[in-house]
């Protein structure tokens, strides 16, 4: 089960940042806050992940509170093919001899507006 | 370039029959792996394969047969099939086991089954 909680859609304009929070109240300390997204018809595409600092790349940056019970991601400058469905996922720590798994939750959809 | 590539994107089928899918990423990655995608768009993984060794089957049936013929290739086979297997179906290859870093998905392969 998703580690997880979402809201299920936002808007935003483009051009102004898109600001999306994501709670994971139960994270251990070893597992990481990854954000994936699926834009229409595609296969999810890496955005950033985070253990517990604040990460920033190309695509985006990634606030994670001291505690590590919640995160934002950060689309500084949106644009419309920002639209898509953004999925916050804990990384489950691979168990012995197994390896990590992502654990998909419903995502959020995030429409960028004219 | 792509870094993950998937053959067929389409697939329409009968009940009962046989079809496979081809997955190869060109990544130099150690590790692949195949997701279904149902039709309330929850992502589920399905296998994970290290240096062609299965590490993980999600108690998928085992009319389900990953094969990995060397670690840049991981194809799907799927005998009997049925209409509940109608879903996308996404490949995708991360580094190795346990880094944590991102996992690469593929464009998916839509299989219908009449």
């Known amino acids: 089960d998703a580690k997880t909680t979402q809201p299920t859609s936002m808007d935003c304009a483009e051009g102004r940042a898109a600001n999306l929070p994501c709670n994971h109240s139960t994270i251990s300390g070893n597992e990481y806050v990854y954000w994936y997204r699926q834009i229409h018809s595609q296969g999810p595409q890496y955005i950033i992940h985070g253990l517990k600092n604040n990460e920033t790349n190309e695509m985006a940056s990634l606030i994670i509170t001291e505690d590590r019970k919640s995160s934002t991601l950060i689309l500084p400058h949106a644009t419309l093919r920002d639209t898509a469905v953004y999925y916050c996922?804990?990384?489950?720590?691979?168990?012995?001899?197994?390896?990590?798994?992502?654990?998909f939750g419903k995502g959020m959809k995030l429409t960028v507006n004219p | 370039d792509t870094a993950v590539s998937q053959t067929p994107k389409y697939l329409v089928t009968q009940m009962g029959n046989d079809k496979s899918i081809k997955c190869e990423q060109n990544?130099?990655?150690?590790?692949m792996y195949w997701y279904k995608q149902d039709s309330k768009k929850f992502l589920k993984i399905m296998f994970s394969?290290?240096?062609?060794?299965?590490?993980i089957n999600e108690t998928v049936p085992n009319r389900f047969s990953p094969k990995s013929p060397d670690k840049a290739h991981l194809n799907l086979h799927i005998n009997s099939l049925e209409l509940g297997d109608s879903a996308v179906y996404f490949c995708?290859?991360?580094?190795?086991?346990?880094?944590?870093?991102?996992?690469?998905f593929g464009p998916g392969t839509r299989l219908t089954v009449l």
């Open positions: 394969y290290n240096n062609k060794e299965l590490i």
């Open positions: 990544l130099g990655h150690d590790t």
């Open positions: 995708a290859s991360s580094q190795d086991l346990t880094t944590s870093g991102a996992k690469f």
């Open positions: 996922i804990v990384r489950v720590a691979p168990s012995q001899g197994g390896s990590e798994k992502l654990v």
